[in-house]
Structures are given as structure tokens and as C-alpha cells.
């Protein structure tokens, strides 16, 4: 309980001093698809224990902030390891255009509904019947540093005829967002 007290605090403490600028990324090329894989092979275990395959595709590089950017992915592939259920997927796809990276995070499990889907980024907010552990600050922190690095994320379903399965997609310029 200690622990889970200590991390929820540690939590808003970051969170606080990133929505008011007090936390500036830095600027270094990153490999997306290397940090993808340093933290698949970090939740390989978990994932393995659900029995769910996680799949990693594409590449593009981007200048940012390395751990602002893994600790994002980390926290939304927590998340999808969370929620998918068991002998599911997690399919993680990086693609770049020009200015741009595009990464998709897809799961199977069940997804937001839409009226959900803005709220969800507000601290400690928990979506109605959520009985997955956690504080509700995840999402919060994920769209935080992403914002800090000048990317956008959105949520939708993966199946929209059948509402499911989660789909996660942050768009990321390529170049510096200090340099913008």
C-alpha cells in the first residue's frame, strides 16, 4: 500500500510540474522503433503470463525527448497489457510521412466508448466499471508528455462495427517541437 501511495504521489508530482512547464524535453534523435522494442522486451514477461503476443512493426526516427517518450509508450503499453484479455494481442505500428511519425498502438480488449474517450485523459479519472488497478493517472501523464513533445494522440475502437479493441494513434513531428 506504501508503495502504490508513494507512486500516486510521485505521479501528481510530475504531472503537476508538467502542465506548467516545468519539465522541458530535451532534443536528441530517437529510433521510435528501438524504444518500442526495449519496452516490449521489459513487458515480455507480462504479457507472456496473459499469453498475449505483442507485435511490433515499422520504423521512423524523431527528435524528442527519449524518456518523456518511454515513459508514454510504457505507460499506454501497461495499459494494453491491462486490459487485453487473455490469448489476445497487442500490435504496436510506427510509419512516417513527411514532418511526421505516426505511431498505432492496437489491443483486443475492449476498448473506450466515445463518450469516454476525453475524459479518460483527466487525472484520477476512471472509466464507469473499471476494476483494473491503477489511479487514473496514466492517460494524464501519456497525453502531458506527449503534448510537451509537440505530438497528438487519439483514441478510437479497432473493430468499429462490433465496439472493440482499442486503438491508441500519436502523431509526432519528426523535428524538434522546440525548434516550431
Given at each position: 500500500?506504501?508503495?502504490?501511495?508513494?507512486?500516486?504521489?510521485?505521479?501528481?508530482?510530475?504531472?503537476?510540474?508538467?502542465?506548467?512547464?516545468?519539465?522541458?524535453?530535451?532534443?536528441?534523435?530517437?529510433?521510435v522503433?528501438d524504444e518500442?522494442q526495449?519496452?516490449?522486451?521489459?513487458?515480455?514477461?507480462l504479457?507472456?503470463?496473459?499469453?498475449v503476443?505483442?507485435?511490433l512493426?515499422?520504423?521512423?526516427?524523431?527528435?524528442?525527448?527519449?524518456?518523456?517518450?518511454?515513459?508514454a509508450?510504457?505507460?499506454?503499453?501497461?495499459?494494453?497489457?491491462?486490459?487485453?484479455?487473455?490469448g489476445?494481442?497487442?500490435?504496436?505500428?510506427?510509419?512516417?510521412e513527411?514532418g511526421?511519425?505516426?505511431?498505432?498502438?492496437?489491443?483486443?480488449?475492449?476498448?473506450?466508448?466515445?463518450?469516454?474517450?476525453?475524459?479518460v485523459?483527466?487525472?484520477?479519472?476512471?472509466?464507469?466499471?473499471?476494476?483494473?488497478?491503477?489511479?487514473?493517472?496514466?492517460?494524464?501523464?501519456?497525453?502531458s508528455?506527449l503534448?510537451?513533445?509537440?505530438?497528438?494522440?487519439?483514441?478510437?475502437?479497432v473493430?468499429e462495427?462490433?465496439?472493440?479493441?482499442?486503438?491508441?494513434?500519436?502523431r509526432?513531428?519528426?523535428?524538434?517541437?522546440l525548434s516550431?
Amino acid at each position: 500500500e506504501y508503495q502504490r501511495l508513494a507512486r500516486m504521489v510521485a505521479d501528481m508530482l510530475f504531472l503537476a510540474k508538467a502542465d506548467h512547464g516545468l519539465i522541458l524535453p530535451s532534443t536528441e534523435r530517437i529510433a521510435v522503433h528501438d524504444e518500442a522494442q526495449a519496452l516490449f522486451d521489459f513487458y515480455e514477461a507480462l504479457a507472456e503470463e496473459k499469453q498475449v503476443r505483442l507485435q511490433l512493426i515499422g520504423t521512423a526516427e524523431i527528435t524528442g525527448d527519449r524518456l518523456m517518450l518511454r515513459r508514454a509508450l510504457s505507460n499506454l503499453l501497461s495499459n494494453a497489457i491491462r486490459y487485453t484479455p487473455e490469448g489476445g494481442k497487442i500490435d504496436l505500428s510506427v510509419s512516417k510521412e513527411i514532418g511526421f511519425a505516426t505511431l498505432q498502438i492496437q489491443d483486443s480488449g475492449p476498448g473506450i466508448a466515445e463518450a469516454e474517450r476525453e475524459r479518460v485523459f483527466d487525472a484520477f479519472y476512471r472509466t464507469p466499471g473499471s476494476e483494473a488497478p491503477g489511479s487514473g493517472l496514466g492517460l494524464s501523464i501519456v497525453r502531458s508528455l506527449l503534448q510537451r513533445m509537440g505530438a497528438e494522440i487519439g483514441l478510437g475502437f479497432v473493430d468499429e462495427s462490433h465496439r472493440c479493441g482499442l486503438r491508441v494513434t500519436i502523431r509526432m513531428p519528426t523535428g524538434s517541437p522546440l525548434s516550431n
